[in-house]
């Protein structure tokens, strides 16, 4: 025992006769890990930067060659029929609550006047004819077919051309007249892709 007695003596007197005290170095090694750790997460930091501007900029290249998409042909239908319509119809009335469903051929629109708000509905590749309905033959060859439903009025009219507009409007008190006008246009006869 006595021999251990000595060596933790001399132990002892060795750590106290250090020219830098323990505590001191044990702080300064604290010091140099946190600045290592705080290089090592800079370093982590500027390496995903870099691979994130790298992939960034690749995806911007490839898609600089590549030629931007054309609009859904229900988006270009639905833009042209909506002018085509506004020009149509009487200054002063607004349109609203646009829908171009996708798969159709036309659009829904709300229709206000300023006397009797309407939903309208027209579309450029209609069904089957009507069996009770008006038939009239205009000058120009079109042929415009009236039919009065429950809560409204239906308007096509078939263009020599072979086009076809048809509008359904609900509710229509009174306003057939402007509606036959607006089916019969020409502007309608113009070629869109309605397939």
Do not use: F
Not at 57 to 86: C, F, K, M, Q
Not at 94 to 123: A, I, K, Q
Request: proline share 8%.
């Amino acid at each position: 025992m006595e021999l251990e007695d000595r060596i933790g003596a001399l132990l002892g007197d060795s750590v106290r006769e250090l020219p830098v005290p323990v505590a001191v170095i044990v702080a300064e090694a604290g010091r140099q890990g946190r600045r290592r750790r705080s290089r090592r997460r800079a370093a982590q930091l500027a390496g995903a930067t870099l691979a994130t501007a790298a992939v960034v900029w690749t995806g911007a290249a490839i898609d600089l060659h590549r030629a931007p998409a054309a609009p859904a042909a229900a988006d270009v239908v639905g833009e042209n029929v909506l002018g085509t319509l506004a020009d149509l119809l009487p200054s002063g009335a607004s349109l609203r609550e646009v829908v171009t469903p996708p798969e159709t051929h036309g659009l829904t629109v709300r229709y206000d006047d300023g006397r009797s708000p309407v939903t309208l509905t027209v579309d450029l590749a209609p069904g089957p004819g009507c069996t009770d309905c008006t038939r009239t033959r205009l000058g120009d060859g079109t042929t415009e077919t009236s039919e009065r439903l429950a809560d409204g009025v239906r308007v096509r009219a078939h263009h020599p051309d072979g086009s076809e507009v048809e509008l359904t409007v609900r509710p229509a008190e009174g306003a057939l007249p402007l509606w036959q006008q607006v089916a019969a246009s020409p502007r309608w006869s113009v070629s869109w892709p309605v397939h």
